[in-house]
């Protein structure tokens, strides 16, 4: 029987992205078995035979084959943020569903023989509630990160690195946008008695995604690391000149403190 559980993954999966940030985020220490896609281990292959990643095995011998199962698996035991508490089951599903078919067709167009222009088309105007919904709160279930935004977030990311030029131009349009309404609301007439703090309402600021510098690497093999036992908790929403590329989640990261654990990997992909 395993002492740490242990998780196959791939680094750019968007599945195996948030499945890590689970973890990461519920301090769990695990055993990393990073995949090279086009020579799966015969062990991963053994334990699930649909041969997709993540996977992870438990101390107990259970494999859990599904991200969101890993992510809840993994949160049931320690959640020291409150992720479970700010989930959204419909935004989740439109993710998984809708967002993630247009996403494919977009990113592989010659893989599914379509038009890459409407699909990305598609997926942006799927992703417009979530944009409403961070002008309301820095957060899409509210002032913290939770668990819809960890389950959202790598395919986001996926889409915006598709053409990161273009949606890069996209997001400053966006927040032309906004800064316009702000200047807008500022230009209406007050009323006589100012409103509390609490009531006036303050369009949130748009923030980038995260950037950083990639890591190059000669080949990809099956290694072995150990998931950090502390996990930022800014880790997702800010990035910067300061940020460092992440192997643990795939994505920058702000070096905003210490983070405690070990690694003995070598990252065995490159980036997009």
């Known amino acids: 029987m395993a002492e740490l559980p242990i998780l196959y993954s791939f680094r750019r999966c968007p599945y195996a992205i948030r499945a890590r940030l689970a973890l990461l985020a519920s301090g769990t220490v695990c055993e990393i078995r990073e995949v090279k896609l086009s020579a799966k281990p015969a062990e991963m292959l053994a334990l699930s035979p649909k041969a997709t990643v993540p996977v992870l095995l438990s101390p107990d011998g259970r494999v859990i084959e599904e991200s969101l199962d890993i ?5 049931a035991r320690n959640d020291p943020e409150g992720w479970l508490d700010r989930s959204d089951e419909l935004l989740i599903a439109c993710n998984d569903g809708p967002f993630k078919h247009h996403l494919d067709r977009y990113k592989y167009p010659d893989r599914h023989d379509a038009d890459p222009a409407e699909h990305r088309a598609a997926a942006l105007d799927l992703l417009r509630p979530l944009e409403a919904r961070l002008l309301a709160s820095p957060y899409l279930c509210g002032d913290a990160m939770g668990l819809a935004d960890a389950a959202l977030m790598p395919f986001v990311r996926q889409f915006a690195q598709t053409d990161l030029a273009w949606f890069d131009g996209f997001g ?94 070598i990252p065995t992909a490159s980036p997009p």
């Open 71 to 75: 992510m809840r698996w993994a949160l």
């Open 172 to 265: 400053k349009d966006a927040k032309a946008a906004a800064a316009a309404m702000k200047t807008a609301v500022g230009a209406a007439p007050r009323p006589a008695t100012a409103l509390p703090a609490a009531a006036t309402a303050t369009p949130a600021r748009i923030k980038p995604f995260p950037t950083g510098r990639r890591r190059s690497v000669e080949s990809a093999m099956t290694t072995t690391a150990r998931v950090p036992r502390e996990f930022p908790s800014t880790a997702t929403s800010l990035a910067g000149q300061k940020s460092r590329w992440s192997w643990a989640s795939g994505m920058a990261v702000p070096v905003t403190g210490a983070v405690s654990g070990t690694v003995s990997a």
